[in-house]
């Protein structure tokens, strides 16, 4: 088959196997990874999904074709292919993943050295180039070499190194592997811990057999809810399926939004590292730059995506970086996202104030008020742009600003509406000082985004 241009992403290749994405597509974009890095050692990996097996043999037969050496991890974590790359000095890696993605779906996420990600700006869209225009260079060094090596011992215990696990209190506390990669590494970070732990979907299968690992979606959430309510647990925690990134449910059965895990994970780094700078992306509850501010911090704000996040954490040496959707990033884990370590960093703070989840997030949940993100689909690019130009005009008395979309900020309340980067989609993110005037302002401005 022709290899698809649309299997490149903005931040990864994603696509449905074996009709758009195969193993001739990942043997390709092998070789093209280690000619645009000009590798000689590079790591792969893979994570559950029944197709990543050969995709990973796939894609390390064109690398070694093309002269690199490839360090194989195995199946992992894509968190752990990070601290691979750093720990054995690596020009790059790959992990074989479709993150959150059904089954159906497959694709590669792929580094640089010291874990600095590919994106469709640096790196993805020169490998789509090679690969779909048939121009991969000819290699420049005799055929690499494969060894094997096992990450997961030393992983466990860098991530348990961001913690003092002798003042982690024992609390119940319900955790959602979603069979995918956190039924891997979770085992080993909880059996180390006094926690009383109910473990849903610990057995790794890319079938996914209970629920797909993507619990930003409600019904994916239902086991763990249910489950955390049932046990009277004080925190819940689930991971998506490549567990790079994890979600918190409180005591009540409430899912967390991604601000306020920001907020309490920065509020951790910094009672450990007063007046360090922390990065929030431009959707964001106020939650977070005040937190940040009443913990002697400095918050900056930034565009979405974990390329341009982690850039701007190495350019600040920026402690802590978080997105709203559960990605979280850590200047001692390489300024990377990380699905565990804010797992850790939440139960010690809760144990440090001796507290629950919902305990921590009461002061929040009483002076912000969040829409989460609003997503409406519109019918092209031209549509997109001339609903943004219209916001401006109809908002323009407010403090406005253009940084990935059009935000306007009120006393008592302030948006954010960007472009999806994939689709023709408006994201809205809303925030007010009241439910009410909440709801009152988020109708409004989605009358302007949907208006006929």
């Not at 992403?9 to 990942?26: H, L, S």
């Not at 390489?334 to 919902?358: C, H, V, W």
Request: hydrophobic share 40%.
């Amino acid at each position: 088959m022709t290899i698809p241009a649309s299997i490149f992403k903005a931040y990864d290749v994603r696509a449905i196997y074996p009709t758009e994405f195969d193993e001739r597509a990942a043997r390709a974009i092998g070789r093209a990874f280690v000619a645009y890095l000009g590798a000689s050692r590079i790591a792969v990996s893979r994570d559950m999904r029944l197709s990543s097996p050969s995709l990973a043999d796939a894609f390390i037969e064109g690398a070694l074709e093309q002269g690199a050496d490839v360090v194989d991890y195995g199946m992992c974590a894509t968190d752990m292919l990070y601290f691979g790359v750093v720990r054995d000095g690596l020009d790059g890696g790959a992990q074989i993943t479709a993150s959150h993605n059904p089954s159906e779906y497959n694709g590669i996420k792929m580094v640089r050295a010291e874990a600095f990600p590919l994106s469709g700006d640096a790196g993805i869209g020169e490998i789509r180039d090679m690969v779909v225009g048939d121009r991969i260079p000819a290699p420049t060094r005799p055929r690499g070499t494969r060894q094997q090596v096992d990450l997961l011992d030393d992983y466990v215990a860098k991530v348990m190194s961001f913690i003092d696990p002798s003042v982690i209190k024992p609390f119940n506390v319900v955790l959602d592997a979603g069979s995918g990669m956190a039924g891997l590494v979770a085992p080993k970070l909880f059996d180390q811990l006094p926690c009383r732990t109910t473990r849903l979907c610990f057995e790794i299968d890319g079938r996914f057999p209970n629920h797909e690992a993507n619990p930003l979606i409600e019904e994916n959430r239902a086991d763990i809810v249910a489950k955390v309510v049932e046990t009277g647990a004080d925190i819940g925690i689930a991971w998506d399926g490549d567990a790079d990134r994890c979600f918190f449910i409180d005591g009540n059965g409430e899912f967390i939004a991604g601000d306020f895990i920001t907020a309490l994970l920065a509020e951790a780094a910094l009672i450990k590292s007063p007046g360090e700078k922390v990065i929030y992306d431009v959707r964001a509850s106020y939650a977070v730059k005040d937190t940040v501010e009443k913990y002697g911090g400095t918050a900056l704000m930034n565009r979405v995506g974990h390329a341009f996040i982690k850039r701007r954490m190495r350019e600040e040496n920026a402690i802590f970086g978080g997105e709203v959707t559960g990605h979280y990033y850590f200047r001692d884990f390489y300024y990377a996202d990380n699905g565990f370590i804010p797992a850790l960093l939440i139960l010690e703070l809760m144990s440090r104030k001796g507290q629950t989840l919902a305990q921590l997030l009461e002061p929040l949940r009483a002076k912000y008020f969040i829409s989460g993100e609003i997503n409406t689909r519109v019918s092209d690019a031209a549509t997109v742009e001339r609903r943004l130009a219209e916001l401006a005009e109809r908002y323009r008395d407010g403090h406005t600003y253009w940084m990935d979309g059009f935000s306007a900020e009120f006393p008592d309340w302030h948006f954010n509406v960007r472009a999806s980067n994939t689709e023709p989609l408006l994201r809205l993110n809303l925030e007010a000082t009241s439910p009410g005037l909440m709801a009152e302002k988020r109708d409004e401005v989605l009358a302007v985004i949907r208006q006929s």
